[in-house]
């Protein structure tokens, strides 16, 4: 089954162009059109006439807007950092229209974050009338949990991520690692065989929680997929001339770039 994959954001935590920053990147990121422009990091598949999205940070409502999303069947949540849930309430409307309540998947230290955060969503007793209406399923932290969703499945890729262990997926010949400092043993057998391959590469220096454009080069020829691309990137990484650096297979990702692989 073929799939359809959108990046709503690539961009880290920050976002690009970063708050008070003149720097040549940012510089360019305020030109309309310009592909260093990235939005806090999200994507979209879309598959069987299904919308799975993965992550809401700040920026969703915006993303959803351009591209056009008009309809969403399931979220599923890496991790309770703000670039990756403080847009879960943007979901409000696609809920109202929705038949029952939208599935969201987290495991237990990131449902913890969603009910902290948004708990008037999820109070039992004078709950606020229109807040979203989702039901938040906790899910196993193993490596391997499978979550099947529509004729596809996520299988959970346990990642490092600084001082945590945090949610990468694999789905079908697709993994997305967003927000990794290593790959622990456990999850390269997951990691096997890839068409695509999405991973972290922060900036061009080690950092302690992400990794770096040299480490995750380093991971793309461990793992070997056939294609590449990089996201959560910050400033440091000019688009057009980072990838003139980069072996072809290897590219950064740009909010908007669309690709298709099989999904089952
Ligand atoms: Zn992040
Ligand atoms: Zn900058
Ligand atoms: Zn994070």
Redesign the pocket.
């Known amino acids: 089954m073929q799939a359809t994959l959108t990046f709503l954001g690539s961009g880290t935590s920050m976002a ?3 708050l008070g ?7 360019d ?1 305020h030109r309309p059109g310009s592909l260093n422009r990235r939005t806090r990091p999200s994507i979209l598949l879309a598959y069987n006439n299904r919308h799975v999205l993965i992550d809401t940070g700040q920026d969703f409502h915006h993303q959803a807007v351009r591209e056009g999303i008009q309809h969403l069947d399931a979220v599923l949540y890496t991790h309770g950092h703000a670039d990756h849930v403080l847009g879960m309430d943007d979901l409000r409307p696609l809920t109202f229209g929705h038949h029952g309540e939208l599935p969201l998947y987290a495991d237990d230290a990131t449902a913890d974050v969603i009910e902290r955060v948004f708990e008037y969503t999820f109070r039992k007793v004078d709950r606020y009338p229109t807040s979203a209406r989702v039901k938040l399923h906790r899910i196993p932290s193993e490596a391997g949990t499978a979550i099947d969703l529509f004729g596809a499945r996520f299988i959970r890729v346990p990642v490092t991520h600084g001082r945590d262990t945090i949610a990468g997926y694999r789905f079908g010949s697709a993994a997305y690692l967003t927000d990794m400092s290593d790959i622990p043993e456990v999850s390269i057998p997951l990691l096997q065989n890839l068409d695509i391959l999405i991973l972290d590469a922060l900036r061009l220096t080690p950092h302690p929680s992400h990794s770096h454009l040299e480490k995750s080069v380093a991971i793309v020829e461990q793992l070997r997929p056939q294609r590449a691309f990089f996201t959560h990137m ?3 990484l000019d688009h057009a001339t980072t990838n003139a650096t980069l072996p072809r297979h290897i590219q950064l990702a740009y909010d908007g770039l669309q690709l298709q692989f099989e999904i089952a």
């Not at 920053?21 to 510089?27: D, E, L, P, R, S």
């Open positions: 690009v162009p970063t920053c003149g720097c040549a990147v940012c510089t990121a910050g400033h440091d």
